[in-house]
């Protein structure tokens, strides 16, 4: 592989990694569930 193919697939990978860290992060922070009072249930 070329130098430049090696940075190019080092770019590739920071972007898909770092999307999937900064994802789980942003879901840590402030998970979308909805509280027990909120819940209704359809029957």
């Known amino acids: 592989m ?3 193919a ?3 697939m ?3 990978m920071l ?3 770092g999307g999937l860290a900064v ?3 942003n879901l840590r922070r ?3 569930l909805p509280h027990a ?3 209704q249930r359809d029957l």
């Open 30 to 32: 402030s998970p979308d």
């Open 37 to 39: 009072d909120e819940i």
């Open 2 to 4: 070329s130098g430049s």
């Open 10 to 12: 080092l770019v590739a």
């Open 23 to 25: 994802a789980i992060v």
């Open 6 to 8: 090696i940075v190019m």
């Open 15 to 17: 972007i898909i990694w």
